[in-house]
């Protein structure tokens, strides 16, 4: 590890820390953890200092009702209304009255129509199809000069003919309420109208002048004993110590020191990240491409899970969390995953409101998401694991509202919703993973899946130009795979890697003994040490020829590793039988040697069942003997110093490529008489 990459990851950490510090709510943390419905864990509490008791949501609810229904609404009367409907009314007489204009009679119906119009605008005249919702009463604005009035005083368009009836009955006039009405129905126009932003304005200050409090607590006072049930008013009295303690704590002299603190317990939880990658999972920390991957997925989550709290706390659980240990897991192992997980949920603690109820939950889904199998291969297992993960949020959810409520009458169906919606949003998980491939160049097993098809154009061409090889790769394969599952290894990768390990050899077939047809070997006429260069070339041709196909760094590194740094050692004895120098390095191949288990499995596999070719009249116990050889001088060579596997699981794999060389060669053991 250079000084470099220990000073990249050094920023990494910082510059994550800071950025979940930054996300975090800008308030102090009240020092007791409580639930409703749970016991009080602590020593007994007495108020530190005077405070008053905050309402409880419902109160507030219940209040805001009271002054909604209590309201009247305001109106607002315009009094040039009259003046043009007088006007009307002396233009438009005559069109309705036959009389001549200098009779009697015209008169007194002109005086008589002026009266019922001022009768009519006395209180106001309401818009067509209005409909008033509130109380009896309403407010009347006129000019400067507000008034309370009955609702039911104002004139409607729709009853103008009741109320002209009303006026004209039992008068000498009865007999032209017809044309009265005719004639106001074409002049009166309304004069009152709702004046809404009074109104509302009128309500707010109302509703603002609520008081949040009710009642003051003094310092001093017992607020609960200890194992009490935190619930009624002493929940609502620790709520409000809660709120007072954090607004008197969170000021400009505290802050800095609170952000000090925060960037303490981030740093920790990332901290122990690094050094579980580093202490269990070593090419992880030696690759800042994959470590930048987790930190980048872990702080991505955290920033979604704080923006959708600051924008609405309800929709919390839709947040699908559990997306992280699903890719972790694809791209990684369980542990990984789930070790990622939770210091990802720890962190979020200090954001979402219920932290213990949060982070329990939170845990609980992601074990189960690890514990559930999830090779993308298989479609069927996405699906089964976002079903698991919904049940396990639904009875945890379920289960909390028994214990804070006594009973299933409070369950919240948008909850439900919620966490129906998150099951959904986990499924997105897929397309996340192929675009992360992309992006970080990565392998999960879809695309392993993809690669060990063997009509893919590499193998394709691999089949045509070296089938000798090919079917050397396929051999392999099955003997690496079976080997791998012994050893709880990744199965797929190592297929993959040994049907690409010798695509090399394609440059130059005829030079390895597989792909050789007749009895004569080009090696014949040529110098040991150019034989040896071109059998050692294959690996380097390989790596050219798989980065050209853009296989994954992955695969690459079987065809790498595969030979490790051992010799070509036919070549090698051949150049001292004839006295040539011999220059050791010409007779090596360049190495690295094997630093997985899957990339030392196709070592063993590789060497094995090459040489297996050689063997004459196999039997049981001369394959058994002729494994150990090829693979115990590989251990002399010290092949596998550089990779996790024990000469345990080395034991493991030489039983399982006898026993799959013994079924290839079609052999019984033989039983005492």
């Not at 690759?287 to 991957?293: Q, V």
């Not at 005829?510 to 071109?534: I, L, R, W």
């Not at 990339?599 to 060497?607: G, N, S």
Request: overall charge negative.
């Amino acid at each position: 590890m250079t000084n470099q990459n220990l000073i990249y990851k050094a920023i990494l950490l910082v510059a994550c820390s800071f950025l979940v510090v930054y996300l975090f709510p800008k308030g102090a943390k009240f020092k007791y953890e409580f639930q409703k419905g749970k016991p009080w864990q602590y020593a007994s509490l007495y108020a530190p200092f005077d405070f008053s008791i905050l309402k409880s949501s419902n109160e507030l609810e219940a209040e805001k009702q009271v002054i909604l229904d209590a309201q009247f609404p305001y109106y607002r009367l315009d009094t040039q209304v009259y003046e043009v409907v007088k006007n009307s009314y002396a233009s438009q007489f005559s069109n309705f009255f036959s009389f001549p204009a200098s009779s009697e009679e015209y008169q007194k119906l002109y005086d008589f129509g002026l009266l019922l119009l001022e009768q009519t605008y006395l209180n106001g005249v309401l818009p067509p199809g209005f409909e008033q919702n509130g109380g009896e009463r309403v407010f009347l604005i006129e000019g400067n000069f507000e008034s309370t009035v009955d609702k039911d005083q104002f004139v409607k368009i729709e009853t103008l003919q009741e109320s002209i009836d009303n006026q004209i009955n039992n008068t000498s006039f009865a007999l032209h309420n017809t044309d009265y009405y005719k004639l106001f129905f074409e002049i009166v126009q309304p004069n009152i109208s709702l004046d809404e932003k009074f109104t509302s304005n009128a309500i707010n200050k109302s509703l603002g002048d609520i008081s949040p409090y009710r009642g003051l607590i003094l310092e001093n006072t017992i607020i609960i004993k200890q194992g009490e049930v935190v619930e009624g008013e002493k929940f609502q009295m620790l709520i409000s110590l809660r709120d007072e303690y954090e607004s008197q704590l969170w000021n400009e002299l505290n802050y800095y020191w609170i952000i000090f603190g925060y960037t303490i317990l981030v740093v920790l939880t990332f901290m122990s990240l690094i050094l579980f990658i580093n202490n269990y999972r070593s090419s992880i920390f030696e690759d800042n491409r994959e470590i930048t991957f987790i930190f980048l997925n872990m702080v991505g989550m955290i920033a979604l899970t704080t923006i959708v709290v600051n924008f609405d706390v309800r929709f919390l659980y839709a947040v699908p969390i559990c997306i992280l240990p699903l890719i972790l897991k694809t791209f990684f192992d369980p542990r990984v995953g789930l070790f990622t997980h939770v210091i990802t949920i720890l962190n979020l603690g200090f954001v979402v409101p219920n932290s213990f109820e949060f982070v329990f939950l939170q845990l609980m889904v992601g074990i189960v998401t690890i514990l559930s199998s999830t090779q993308l291969q298989n479609r069927a297992n996405l699906f089964i694991t976002v079903g698991r993960i919904v049940l396990v949020y639904l009875l945890g959810y379920i289960a909390f509202t028994i214990t804070h409520e006594g009973g299933v009458n409070k369950i919240d169906f948008l909850v439900i919703g919620l966490f129906l919606l998150n099951g959904l949003l986990t499924l997105f998980a897929q397309p996340l993973i192929y675009l992360y491939e992309r992006l970080f160049k990565l392998v999960s097993d879809v695309s392993l899946l993809e690669l060990s098809d063997t009509n893919a154009k590499l193998l394709k061409e691999l089949s045509d130009c070296a089938p000798g090889t090919f079917h050397h790769s396929l051999q392999v394969a099955n003997l690496a795979e079976t080997a791998a599952n012994e050893i709880g290894a990744n199965t797929l990768l190592v297929r993959v890697g040994a049907l690409y390990h010798d695509i090399g050899k394609m440059s130059a077939p005829t030079y390895f003994s597989e792909n050789q047809t007749g009895s004569v070997s080009p090696h014949e006429e040529m110098p040991a040490d150019q034989s040896a260069k071109v059998i050692i070339n294959h690996v380097a041709e390989g790596i050219a020829m798989a980065k050209k196909f853009k296989l994954p760094d992955r695969i690459i590194d079987f065809i790498r590793t595969h030979h490790g740094n051992s010799w070509v050692y036919f070549f090698y004895k051949k150049a001292q039988e004839l006295g040539e120098d011999v220059d050791e390095k010409d007779f090596r191949y360049p190495g690295p040697k094997p630093f997985s288990k899957e990339t030392a499995i196709l070592m063993m596999a590789d060497a094995v069942e090459a040489a297996s070719k050689s063997l004459r009249e196999p039997t049981v116990d001369k394959i058994q003997q002729f494994v150990d050889t090829i693979i115990n001088k590989q251990i002399d060579e010290k092949q596998f110093n550089d990779c996790n596997i024990t000469l345990s699981e080395i034991e493991t794999v030489k039983k399982v490529l006898s026993k799959k060389l013994i079924n290839i060669y079609h052999l019984r053991v033989e039983y005492p008489e």
